[in-house]
């Protein structure tokens, strides 16, 4: 019913920055939290930043100050920009939204999850 579909992942150097688009799409009466989470093999995955429909933002400690989330509520679309890359956020990137949809007359709130993105960080 909800489609998340990311782009913007590659392959850049140490210190150099990308931006993640992830939009949503579907049967969507409305999506509350927008957020990205990350996973390399063997790991768990983890919450990178997340963005509620009021613009609030969290992240993690790990990426404060280097990494930036924003969205476009009339485009169901969140972005993610990263600086000062490092090797060791390396991962897949997720895109993940709470959405909110309206089908045999009734609403469902679930949580959707795109495909994921790899970012590589690589001299």
């Known amino acids: 019913q909800v489609q998340l579909v990311e782009s913007g992942g590659g392959l850049v150097q140490p210190g150099g920055s990308l931006r993640l688009s992830c939009v949503a799409s579907?049967?969507?009466?409305?999506?509350?939290?927008m957020g990205w989470h990350r996973q390399a093999p063997g790991k768990q995955r983890e919450l990178v930043a997340q963005?509620?429909?009021?613009?609030?933002?969290n992240y993690a400690d790990s990426v404060k100050g280097r990494f930036g989330i924003s969205r476009d509520n009339a485009k169901n679309t969140v972005y993610l920009q990263m600086n000062s890359l490092k090797a060791e956020d390396t991962e897949i990137y997720y895109c993940?939204?709470?959405?909110?949809?309206?089908?045999?007359?009734?609403?469902?709130?679930?949580?959707?999850w795109g495909q994921g993105t790899q970012v590589t960080v690589s001299s």
């Open positions: 993940n939204a709470g959405a909110t949809t309206f089908s045999a007359s009734r609403y469902s709130r679930d949580d959707y």
């Open positions: 579907g049967s969507i009466f409305g999506v509350d939290v």
């Open positions: 963005i509620t429909n009021s613009g609030g933002t």
